[in-house]
């Protein structure tokens, strides 16, 4: 796995003997180019794009095993290690928060861009997909990146019944964090510095 500063973003591979991901991460125009295969994943990074303002072009994306949790996981990690390259956490406002509605859902993401990685999520979903992707690979897809990221994200589900509406609203919630996180500005540290 690399990553790259280009002149206006980061891109980044990672070929395994599971998959080959090849992406571009960029900070403005919140647009997601290409497809992973996986039509709600796709869905799930359009979203993540259009709030947090950042664009992903997705210049290749293959699963060598057809296995979609292995595709889902390490999109994460890669996304994540091109977002840690992209940003100077000291120089953004670094803590973020948002909390999205979709009809009966209600999810709430808090995000600290702290060179710390931790995830937690105070829910579980009641079905074992989501349209076409396992609905456990979200947990892992959010475990890559914040690991990569060296970021802590915490998500809430307030109320809802609907996979589908959780799984988006959290996203959105998550994607629109970031967005918060990542304007510029002086970080807030006691140290002086983040890792």
């Known amino acids: 796995m690399k990553t790259e500063r280009i002149e206006d973003g980061v891109s980044g591979e990672r070929i ?9 991460l960029y900070p403005v125009s919140g647009r997601l180019e290409g497809t992973t295969k996986i039509a709600f994943f ?7 794009c259009h709030y947090s303002g950042l664009s992903v ?3 290749g994306c293959e699963s060598k095993d057809k296995i979609v949790h292995h595709l889902v996981e ?14 100077d956490y000291t120089k953004v406002h670094r803590f973020g928060e948002a909390t999205v509605p ?6 709430g993401t ?7 990685p931790f995830f937690q999520k105070n829910f579980e979903f009641f079905s074992d997909k989501i349209e076409d992707m396992p609905s456990e690979t979200f947990e892992e897809f959010m475990l890559g990146f914040v690991n990569h990221a060296r970021i802590t994200v915490h998500i809430f589900k307030f109320s809802g019944k609907n996979d589908h509406h959780i799984c988006e609203a959290a996203m959105k919630s998550f ?3 970031v967005a918060r ?5 002086e970080t807030m540290t006691t140290k002086g510095m983040i890792d």
Request: proline share 0%; aromatic share 10%; charged share 20%.
């Open 175 to 177: 994607g629109l964090a």
């Open 181 to 185: 996180a990542i304007k510029s500005g």
């Open 42 to 48: 796709d869905h799930l990074l359009n979203s993540f």
């Open 74 to 87: 390490d999109f994460g990690i890669l996304l994540g290690q091109a977002f840690r390259s992209l940003f």
């Open 102 to 107: 979709m009809n009966e859902a209600l999810v």
């Open 57 to 59: 072009k997705i210049n």
């Open 16 to 24: 395994t003997k599971e998959v080959e991901i090849s992406i571009v």
């Open 110 to 116: 808090y995000i600290d861009l702290s060179g710390r």
